[in-house]
Structure formats: structure tokens, C-alpha cells
């Protein structure tokens, strides 16, 4: 059995939302930062960082949004997240992964005008396809939306200038297991700062 630690709306989105996806069964376990739950002994016994999201997999923890995502993918193929084993295609996700964590996520709180300058950039590697690498939906996509999600919820953007990322916003919004995690989320109530 798996179990998601997990905090509404934060990272650990894009975890919950790919565990839908690929129809495993989960149990979650939401931890609050408002009561400093991601600080308490016996979650930092689970994860050292006090971070979310941690999933246990057979009582081992895995942490980092990018690391249980790709595990997912490789434990259930059948979902097609990770695309076919071809190299390129592989490194292309990792390299889109990597991205996302490193430019992208961090970009928020550097202000909107800061944030606003890295999705032009994604929007420019985004090209006229569907998804991150063409038609294919793949974990960079749930990736990259849980950040879109969080930077319109957040800082309220213009997405007049991204009509690439609008369009796959919208896409997303109708995926099942998006509207799901969204409303499974919503009504254990989200904390995040603004």
C-alpha cells in the first residue's frame, strides 16, 4: 500500500493528482503547516526536511516531487506517464522535470513580474503542442501544472501573454483525476502563503 503525506495544494498535488491517474491504491495523509504538523517528531523521523510530499512505499519513504513522480511512472507503465523507454524521450522528461523544480517553482516568490518571465519561457518550450512533449500527457505535465495552478491562485497573473499555458490550464482542469484531487483538496482546506 502506498501512503501520500501530503499538504492541500502544495507540491504534493502533483503526487495525489498521478496517483489517480495511474488507479493505484493510496491512502493520504494530510499534514497541516499551520499546526506545524510537517515539523513534529514523527513526521521528521519520515522526512528529515519536514517537507511534503513523502510517499511511503512499503514503510520506506520517497520524497521530491520529481523522484515519486518518475517512480510512479516506472511502477505502472501501463499508464503511459513516462512515455515509451526510448532515451531521449526519458532525458526529455527529466530535463523538463528538472526545470520545473529548479526555475520554475522557485520563481513565485521572487515576485510576478519574476514569475511572469520564466512561464514566457515555458511557454516558448511549450511550442503548439498539447502537452509538454507533444500529444503525449506525461508526469511533466502533472508537474508543470500543480506550479501553473498554484502561480494563478497565487499572485492572480494576466494570461494574456500565455495563451499556450491558458489553453493547457484549461485542458488539464478537465482531466478526472485533476477534478478530483481539486475537490478532495478544496474541502480539507488549503493553508498556503500567498
Request: aromatic content about 10%.
Amino acid at each position: 500500500m502506498l501512503k501520500l503525506f501530503m499538504s492541500p495544494g502544495s507540491s504534493s498535488m502533483a503526487v495525489h493528482i498521478a496517483l489517480y491517474e495511474i488507479g493505484a491504491p493510496f491512502e493520504i495523509v494530510p499534514i497541516s503547516f499551520e499546526k506545524r504538523e510537517n515539523r513534529s517528531p514523527d513526521y521528521l523521523r519520515i522526512n528529515a526536511e519536514g517537507k511534503v510530499p513523502t510517499l511511503l512505499v512499503d514503510e520506506r519513504p520517497l520524497t521530491e516531487v520529481a523522484g515519486i513522480l518518475f517512480y510512479l511512472a516506472m511502477l505502472f507503465p501501463e499508464s503511459h506517464l513516462a512515455l515509451p523507454a526510448a532515451p531521449e524521450r526519458q532525458a526529455r522528461i527529466v530535463s523538463w522535470m528538472s526545470f520545473l523544480a529548479s526555475s520554475v517553482h522557485p520563481a513565485r516568490r521572487k515576485g510576478l513580474g519574476h514569475a511572469l518571465a520564466m512561464y514566457e519561457i515555458v511557454e516558448k518550450r511549450f511550442c503548439d503542442h498539447a502537452f509538454v512533449l507533444g500529444d503525449d500527457y506525461s508526469i511533466a505535465d502533472i508537474h508543470l501544472f500543480r506550479l501553473l495552478w498554484r502561480f494563478r491562485n497565487s499572485l492572480n497573473p494576466a494570461f494574456d501573454k500565455l495563451p499556450r499555458l491558458n489553453a493547457f490550464y484549461e485542458r488539464m482542469m478537465k482531466r478526472p483525476a485533476v477534478s478530483k484531487v481539486l475537490d478532495i483538496e478544496s474541502a480539507l482546506g488549503y493553508e498556503l502563503p500567498m
